[in-house]
């Protein structure tokens, strides 16, 4: 193992990776600091290059639902690994992970396997375009879908970290096609679909946002978008890809399902979960609209590695260790972790909200948004320099948050009540830290 310490990993990173990281948020760029260069993790914690363990409430930004490095996990890897990494051929195993997804979430009935959940994304919108002959794609300011050219306009993630508007590199009449709308804004969705007559293809929407923080969708708003899609001839995704099999068993349509809105997008995203931590990610939906991808149809996609065999065992695994239990110990986990940080930060005076979807949360601060965010622009208010001088006085007691206040903090099946008890603990001096 290397000698070096983080900061000095991070200068030689530096030198040769863009900004020292394949990933930007991972930069530390708007917390400031030197990130923590990780070697290992093991159920809910993480070990940095210096040796120094934390608590992670980042789980790989979403995969490791059942914990790090779940033995029954690690095992299905092993065994996939030594029967061989890759074959570019169909694998058992594919269809058995498509079958678990579409046990859980009705709208799935056919799926095919990708390797991001970018790939999902760009793949359901090439669908909906060629199973509508239409064009145009309607987004919401603050949602993130990964980073093909048509999907970051007012994205949020490390978009919304770095305050970037967009991308260079964009071609206009690419960025031309995406309309942006204010999220949980009824009249804004009407009005771009008044303007645009049979024009739009989809409506692409995080099922429940968490890219700009965690922001739920109003009550009855994804079913008015369902109905105004129906009726105006465009199709709904949902991507799922941070929500799903996490926010509940069933993802964010399940949350939806039992507040009673049972909404059945035409197509949904996944990702992460069902990767355990490799890559796999997923579009999934009507059969009649899957259908039209190649080989049965003329809406092209492909991949060397999709459905990877190794990748698909992690998948498969964690989804099944994934039972009422796993989601059970999450909620409770969220619950007194977003009951423990309102109250630390209560006791301190210090302005803030904390919002929920499902088992996820994230944590405003600032007066402009302690009243609730319901949009990005709302989001763009918080205070960005609290939530830093809160994240480094969590990560000093040895917490490892999301580095960025745009983030949802995640926790595992792993951070049971001992490690919910040692958070807690950290809570008040990082409450007072933010408060300066
Ligand atoms: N959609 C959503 C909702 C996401 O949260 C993300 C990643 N954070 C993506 C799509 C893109 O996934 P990937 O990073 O695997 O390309």
Not at 11 to 38: E, H, K, M, N, Q
Not at 102 to 110: D, I
Not at 403 to 417: K, Y
Request: aromatic share 6%; with cysteine.
């Amino acid at each position: 193992m290397t000698t070096l310490t983080n900061d000095e990993l991070f200068a030689r990173a530096r030198t040769v990776i863009p900004g020292g990281v394949d990933s930007p948020v991972r930069a530390y760029g708007s917390v400031g600091g030197t990130p923590r260069f990780l070697v290992e993790a093991s159920g809910a914690f993480v070990t940095d290059v210096e040796g120094r363990r934390y608590i992670d409430l980042v789980a790989s930004w979403g995969p490791a639902l059942v914990g790090h490095a779940h033995p029954e996990v690690v095992a299905a890897v092993q065994e996939a690994a030594a029967r061989g990494l890759s074959f570019g051929a169909p694998t058992p195993a594919e269809a058995e992970l498509v079958q678990e997804i579409a046990r859980r979430v009705p709208a799935v009935e056919k799926a095919r396997l990708v390797s991001t959940g970018t790939e999902a994304t760009m793949t359901a919108i090439r669908l909906a375009r060629g199973a509508t002959g239409r064009d145009l794609l309607v987004k919401f300011a603050g949602h993130y879908h990964g980073h093909s050219d048509g999907l970051l306009a007012a994205a949020g993630s490390g978009l919304a970290t770095f305050a970037l508007p967009g991308s260079a590199g964009v071609p206009a009449p690419i960025a031309a096609q995406t309309l942006v709308v204010p999220y949980n804004d009824r009249d804004a969705l009407a009005a771009v679909f008044a303007a645009h007559p049979g024009r739009i293809a989809a409506v692409i929407t995080e099922a429940a946002a968490a890219n700009m923080g965690v922001v739920a969708p109003a009550s009855g708003f994804t079913t008015f978008l369902a109905e105004l899609c129906r009726a105006e001839g465009a199709l709904l995704i949902s991507d799922e890809v941070l929500t799903g099999f996490r926010a509940a068993a069933g993802g964010y349509a399940q949350v939806l399902a039992e507040a009673g809105e049972p909404v059945v997008p035409d197509l949904v995203t996944f990702g992460k979960v069902i990767g355990g931590g490799l890559p796999v990610a997923a579009v999934g939906g009507r059969a009649d609209i899957m259908d039209l991808l190649a080989p049965t149809g003329p809406v092209y996609q492909a991949g060397t590695l999709s459905g990877n065999p190794v990748a698909v065992a992690a998948g498969l695994a964690t989804l099944r260790l994934a039972d009422d239990a796993v989601y059970a110990r999450l909620s409770a986990a969220s619950d007194a972790l977003s009951h423990a940080v309102d109250a630390a930060l209560d006791e301190a005076g210090v302005p803030h909200v904390v919002q929920r979807a499902g088992t996820l949360f994230s944590v405003f601060f600032g007066a402009e948004v302690a009243g609730g965010v319901p949009d990005y622009g709302t989001a763009q208010r918080q205070d960005t320099a609290a939530y830093g001088r809160f994240f480094h006085a969590m990560l000093d007691a040895g917490v490892s948050l999301p580095p960025s206040a745009f983030e949802a903090w995640f926790v595992t099946a792993a951070h049971d009540e001992d490690v919910i008890g040692r958070i807690v603990e950290a809570l008040p001096a990082a409450a007072r830290a933010a408060r300066q």
